[in-house]
């Protein structure tokens, strides 16, 4: 039997962005309770280049867990604007 897994790791890009850091969080969950905050965050950054051309692409943290990278405006989950969302321009 397969099982279809879904990525927590997915991180929604802008459409001209060409570099991306973000935090794998199977790290963070893994590092809860074991170790400091900021030793969990060092830990779980991801960083990394994206061709302008792909919309969809992967990447590993130093644990080896896969993190999706797409880009679009924003999340399907966020069609509508909501004041309390984080905006980086």
Same mark, same amino acid.
């Given at each position: 039997? /397969?099982?279809?897994? $879904?990525?927590?790791? $997915?991180?929604?890009?802008?459409?001209?962005? /060409? /570099?991306?850091?973000?935090?794998? %969080?199977?790290?963070? +969950?893994?590092?809860? =309770?074991? #170790?400091?905050?900021?030793?969990?965050?060092?830990? #779980? *950054?991801?960083? =990394?280049?994206?061709?302008? +051309? #792909? +919309?969809? #692409?992967?990447?590993?943290?130093?644990?080896?867990? %896969?993190? *999706?990278?797409?880009?679009?405006?924003?999340?399907?989950?966020?069609?509508?604007?909501?004041?309390?969302?984080?905006?980086?321009?």
């Amino acid at each position: 039997m /397969t099982h279809e897994r $879904t990525s927590r790791n $997915t991180v929604w890009l802008a459409p001209s962005a /060409t /570099t991306f850091s973000c935090l794998c %969080e199977e790290c963070l +969950d893994a590092a809860r =309770g074991a #170790a400091s905050f900021l030793d969990a965050v060092r830990v #779980a *950054v991801v960083r =990394g280049d994206l061709a302008l +051309d #792909a +919309d969809v #692409a992967f990447a590993r943290c130093a644990e080896g867990h %896969e993190v *999706v990278l797409r880009r679009g405006s924003r999340p399907p989950s966020l069609t509508r604007r909501d004041a309390r969302q984080l905006q980086i321009g």
